[in-house]
């Protein structure tokens, strides 16, 4: 009865808070669906528009959710949010998106825009976005086994990292067990985290921290930061190239034997190249020699290769290969190259 008396008394009312209740509702889908994202065979996608990385262009929509669109399908955009716009040159731009003519984006702050080649464009971020959406990263793990010469191997891996208007950041642990009859187990654990600050005309400024054990390389401990200047001399939609060069500071302390504190200069070059055509497909080189400024003769190098390609959805299988190299190593004992092949399957968000 108290019900009706109510609907009874305020007809009006009552309408007015299912008006509201139905606007709520719809509220979140319709805010969601700001931009459209046109593409060459015609079809038009309307949603709101996450960003461009690594020749993918994320759009959640509410009626098939998340989607990721090859950035050569794309023939024009629209979306009123803020983002910064990155070009092949390392110039950005920051603004609404629109079309323009030509097959080009339209890039409008405070009314002034600016059209840019859409095949020109390697990365969009928005200018407002939460922690947590800005997260890419990756999970893995290996397993081997020979029964012949009784000797298996485990690897366990995983990655993060997130890039900002003028920063991007990525930190990452590996480690690799290895065990064989009657010799002692073998490790290879490391820990890295960069910071490039990022500049015009595609240089950075590179912050690095790293701490890793090696049994086959006699060492207990290396812990080093540094820093220097590099430059992307490639980047493109397909694939990145960089060099750089510093100098690090480190403490080693060897599995038998004292520590020591090193200077050393640092010389380096990463070539990535990525494929979104079935199947996915993502290679990773990292090169860095070590020179050391303060042990006569002495020279480390390291060479990281890393060969992903997607299974189903989101899952991978892969390869890793892996060489660490000291002419001057820590012990008498140990080895002066440790090098290692390991397969995994892994998942990537």
């Given at each position: 009865m108290g019900d009706q008396r109510w609907w009874s008394k305020g007809p009006a009312l009552g309408r007015?808070?299912?008006?509201?209740?139905?606007?709520?509702?719809?509220?979140?889908?319709?805010?969601?669906?700001?931009?459209?994202?046109?593409?060459?065979?015609?079809?038009?996608?309307?949603?709101?528009?996450?960003?461009?990385?690594?020749?993918?262009?994320?759009?959640?929509?509410?009626?098939?959710?998340?989607?990721?669109?090859?950035?050569?399908?794309?023939?024009?955009?629209?979306?009123?949010?803020?983002?910064?716009v990155e070009l092949t040159t390392g110039h950005r731009y920051y603004g609404t998106l629109s079309p323009g003519p030509q097959a080009t984006l339209g890039v409008t702050l405070n009314g002034r825009a600016v059209h840019v080649d859409l095949l020109s464009i390697v990365r969009i971020r928005p200018l407002k976005q939460s922690f947590w959406s800005r997260l890419d990263g990756s999970v893995s793990l290996g397993a081997s086994y020979t029964q012949s010469s009784g000797i298996g191997q485990g690897s366990f891996s995983v990655s993060v990292g997130a890039r900002r208007p003028k920063l991007e950041w990525s930190t990452k642990f590996d480690t690799t067990v290895t065990v064989q009859p009657n010799e002692p187990q073998q490790t290879r654990t490391m820990y890295t985290l960069g910071v490039n600050r990022l500049l015009r005309g595609r240089w950075f400024v590179p912050v690095t921290g790293r701490a890793e054990h090696n049994t086959d390389l006699g060492l207990q401990l290396r812990a080093a930061?540094?820093?220097?200047?590099?430059?992307?001399?490639?980047?493109?939609?397909?694939?990145?190239?960089?060099?750089?060069?510093?100098?690090?500071?480190?403490?080693?302390?060897?599995?038998?034997?004292?520590?020591?504190?090193?200077?050393?200069?640092?010389?380096?070059?990463?070539?990535?190249?990525?494929?979104?055509?079935?199947?996915?497909?993502?290679?990773?080189?990292?090169?860095?020699?070590?020179?050391?400024?303060?042990?006569?003769?002495?020279?480390?190098?390291?060479?990281?290769?890393?060969?992903?390609?997607?299974?189903?959805?989101?899952?991978?299988?892969?390869l890793t290969l892996y060489d660490s190299f000291d002419n001057k190593p820590l012990s008498a004992t140990a080895t002066k190259h440790d090098i290692g092949v390991t397969l995994s399957i892994g998942w990537v968000f």
């Amino acid at each position: 009865m108290g019900d009706q008396r109510w609907w009874s008394k305020g007809p009006a009312l009552g309408r007015a808070v299912l008006l509201l209740a139905l606007l709520f509702a719809a509220g979140p889908a319709a805010a969601a669906d700001t931009g459209l994202v046109v593409l060459k065979n015609g079809t038009q996608i309307a949603g709101e528009v996450k960003g461009l990385q690594m020749a993918k262009l994320e759009v959640s929509t509410t009626s098939m959710g998340t989607i990721y669109i090859e950035w050569d399908k794309v023939l024009a955009l629209t979306a009123p949010e803020y983002f910064e716009v990155e070009l092949t040159t390392g110039h950005r731009y920051y603004g609404t998106l629109s079309p323009g003519p030509q097959a080009t984006l339209g890039v409008t702050l405070n009314g002034r825009a600016v059209h840019v080649d859409l095949l020109s464009i390697v990365r969009i971020r928005p200018l407002k976005q939460s922690f947590w959406s800005r997260l890419d990263g990756s999970v893995s793990l290996g397993a081997s086994y020979t029964q012949s010469s009784g000797i298996g191997q485990g690897s366990f891996s995983v990655s993060v990292g997130a890039r900002r208007p003028k920063l991007e950041w990525s930190t990452k642990f590996d480690t690799t067990v290895t065990v064989q009859p009657n010799e002692p187990q073998q490790t290879r654990t490391m820990y890295t985290l960069g910071v490039n600050r990022l500049l015009r005309g595609r240089w950075f400024v590179p912050v690095t921290g790293r701490a890793e054990h090696n049994t086959d390389l006699g060492l207990q401990l290396r812990a080093a930061y540094g820093g220097g200047l590099g430059r992307y001399l490639r980047q493109s939609n397909r694939s990145l190239f960089s060099v750089a060069a510093g100098l690090t500071q480190n403490l080693e302390i060897p599995v038998d034997g004292d520590r020591t504190t090193n200077v050393e200069a640092f010389v380096g070059a990463r070539y990535s190249f990525f494929t979104y055509d079935t199947p996915k497909t993502n290679l990773t080189s990292t090169f860095v020699m070590y020179p050391s400024l303060n042990v006569g003769g002495r020279v480390r190098t390291d060479l990281d290769v890393n060969l992903s390609r997607e299974i189903v959805s989101d899952f991978t299988v892969g390869l890793t290969l892996y060489d660490s190299f000291d002419n001057k190593p820590l012990s008498a004992t140990a080895t002066k190259h440790d090098i290692g092949v390991t397969l995994s399957i892994g998942w990537v968000f």
